[in-house]
């Protein structure tokens, strides 16, 4: 039989199946093939909210969008082009995404009577067999059955087997995509080599859904993507709450701090936790507290011993976590707060990706309690970003909170390795004696930065109280003073609004200077105002995007940017936090585009908007 190879420049998989059907697995190792081959990509893991909602269900469905390409991708993709379905359930939930004349693999076992009950199809609907599906290319496999079939020869039970279906299909995408399987095999062997008979199932099912598309005369061609254009350098496919993990690390190492993590597991940003505690042999310590005040005064203790301390959590631990950040506030010592967002209020939607903590991150403690905020735009960006935010802690005597969301967390991109010698220097200076002219150790006299010094227990002459009562100035001492409150609230906002000296000005990262619309993003909604931007300079319209990298304090430019343009559009996956504080700093105009359904903002909406608001002002 001949067949031929198409070459693609962009191609959108998602895959999607029950909780139980190792959608993620699969997808993860698609993507790492993918990253091997220096094509360039962007994921979207979606998980289901409940950790085994009943098998065949709507909300046990889970999914993972992987978009490849041999062009530089900023999103994971607006609409696929390809759907995995295991299943009805998964089939319902995501056929809305799937563009018109798309492919759907569909596992025909997944859509008996019993699974269409379950996704609340109609008595007597299969939407396999109904022709609603005409506007779709379907490729039906029963690969519950071929993937019995090709483990017959091993000695395991039927549920066992079923286990395998995943790699089956991820073998006919390799399969379809002339891919090599040899990283996958590897990752098996690694992940199965005292459980020989769970690996050698996987790697006949794998082999199995290769051979399949090899051998059966229904599919006529494969398809390739070639490398993406991408700057010189050693890569790896890394996910957001990955890279969290090894910034932190680069941070330890750099500045010579050992690293303490005291934490309360939380998703999304439980996996921090899991990925610090495998690195004990960068002298890392984590702890696993057994609550959410637990794990952040422990990390208090750290940092006041001198070491890096850390804690990381999500918006209901943020909240939890509120009074022991304002003794870090008034103990004027470097702690990181690592928040990794999702959709609130109270436990709110726990797999659900949302910017819902920016305002809790600016106000959310009582009294006068300011803190510098750091944010992370993209997977490969939290490395930058949380060593940036250490480096301000250090170096400025002060917490640090460090935002993240869901979606950055459990995303993937390629991540260029950086070299040590190109990461920035981290500073760190202990006291160790008094000072000229200085009889007994003022605690809170300050530098140019009003930085307090940094004086770990034990030094002879440094004894100073601690706590959470108001400082007299310099002196340390517990003071009641009207005059002296009034003053520590102003030093310590001072102190914190100084940083715009010592971090970079607020660049574009791109369109002119000048121009009708200025699309102004912090956090996850880089890749879609990127990409959505760039499609209308290319239709010729003075658009500019700038993204935030520091929320607080601003850069010392951002208002002079903000008043070059007509209008100055916000997106934000909340329902307008960024905006509230903008036009307090800035009295702009501002407008909104908000989006709280716990998913991304697309490409394809934004541009939408723009145009919306292009054509009032032309």
């Not at 290319?538 to 940017?561: C, D, E, M, T, W």
């Not at 709280?596 to 697309?602: D, E, K, L, R, S």
Request: with cysteine; glycine share 10%; hydrophobic share 35%.
């Amino acid at each position: 039989m001949i067949r031929k190879e198409q070459v693609l420049q962009d191609v959108v998989i998602k895959f999607a199946g029950d909780s139980g059907d190792g959608m993620q697995l699969t997808g993860t190792q698609f993507t790492n093939n993918t990253a091997l081959l220096g094509i360039d990509l962007a994921t979207f893991p979606d998980f289901p909210a409940e950790i085994r909602a009943p098998q065949g269900t709507l909300p046990g469905v889970s999914g993972y969008q992987l978009r490849f390409s041999s062009d530089r991708v900023f999103t994971p993709g607006d609409e696929c082009d390809v759907l995995v379905a295991m299943n009805a359930a998964a089939l319902k939930s995501n056929l809305k995404a799937l563009k018109k004349g798309g492919k759907i693999i569909a596992n025909t076992d997944g859509f008996d009577s019993k699974n269409l009950r379950l996704a609340n199809y109609p008595d007597g609907v299969n939407p396999l067999e109904d022709g609603s599906l005409g506007n779709y290319e379907v490729i039906k496999m029963d690969v519950t059955k071929m993937t019995r079939e090709a483990l017959k020869d091993i000695t395991m039970g039927t549920k066992e087997k079923d286990r395998a279906k995943n790699m089956f299909v991820l073998g006919f995408l390799y399969w379809m995509y002339n891919r090599d399987m040899e990283n996958t095999i590897q990752f098996l062997k690694d992940k199965f080599g005292k459980k020989p008979e769970i690996l050698d199932s996987n790697v006949k099912a794998l082999q199995a859904g290769y051979n399949f598309g090899d051998t059966t005369e229904t599919f006529t061609t494969r398809y390739k993507v070639d490398k993406a254009r991408m700057e010189s350098g050693e890569y790896r496919s890394i996910m957001g709450n990955q890279a969290v993990a090894y910034g932190l690390i680069a941070a330890s190492q750099i500045s010579g701090l050992p690293l303490f993590l005291g934490s309360y597991p939380i998703t999304p940003a439980s996996d921090i936790l899991h990925e610090l505690s495998r690195y004990k042999n960068f002298g890392v310590k984590t702890f696993q507290a057994e609550d959410e005040i637990a794990g952040i005064t422990s990390a208090i203790g750290a940092a006041y011993g001198g070491s890096l301390g850390v804690t990381t959590t999500s918006g209901p631990g943020m909240a939890l976590k509120a009074e022991a950040m304002g003794l870090a506030v008034m103990l004027e010592i470097p702690l990181l707060i690592c928040d990794i967002q999702r959709g609130g209020p109270s436990t709110g939607l726990p797999t659900k990706t949302e910017q819902s903590d920016l305002l809790q991150a600016y106000y959310g403690r009582n009294g006068e309690c300011p803190m510098p905020i750091v944010s992370a735009s993209t997977p490969s960006d939290c490395f930058s970003a949380v060593y940036e935010a250490v480096r301000i802690a250090v170096q400025h005597m002060t917490p640090v909170i460090f935002l993240s969301d869901g979606y950055i967390a459990n995303g993937a991109e390629p991540w260029r390795f950086p070299k040590s010698e190109d990461l920035p220097p981290i500073t760190v200076k202990f006291k160790t004696e008094l000072g000229h002219g200085e009889d007994k150790f003022q605690p809170y006299l300050r530098d140019e930065k009003l930085v307090r010094p940094w004086a770990i227990p034990g030094v002879p002459g440094l004894e100073h109280r601690i706590g959470g009562l108001e400082k007299q100035n310099n002196t340390g001492n517990v003071s009641y003073e009207p005059e002296n409150h009034q003053l520590m609230v102003k030093i310590r906002q001072e102190k914190v609004d100084k940083i715009a000296d010592y971090i970079p000005e607020q660049t574009l990262d791109s369109g002119p200077e000048t121009g009708k619309i200025l699309v102004l993003g912090w956090g996850s909604t880089y890749g879609a105002i990127k990409s959505a931007v760039a499609e209308l300079q290319q239709q010729g319209y003075a658009v500019s995007h700038a993204h935030l990298r520091y929320v607080r304090p601003f850069p010392k430019n951002l208002g002079a940017i903000l008043k070059n343009f007509e209008q100055v559009l916000i997106p934000e996956i909340n329902n307008g936090q960024l905006i509230k504080i903008i036009r307090d700093q800035y009295f702009i105009d501002a407008k909104g585009y908000n989006k709280i359904m716990g998913v991304p903002i697309t490409k394809t909406e934004l541009i939408m908007k723009l145009q919306e608001m292009l054509g009032r002002v032309n």
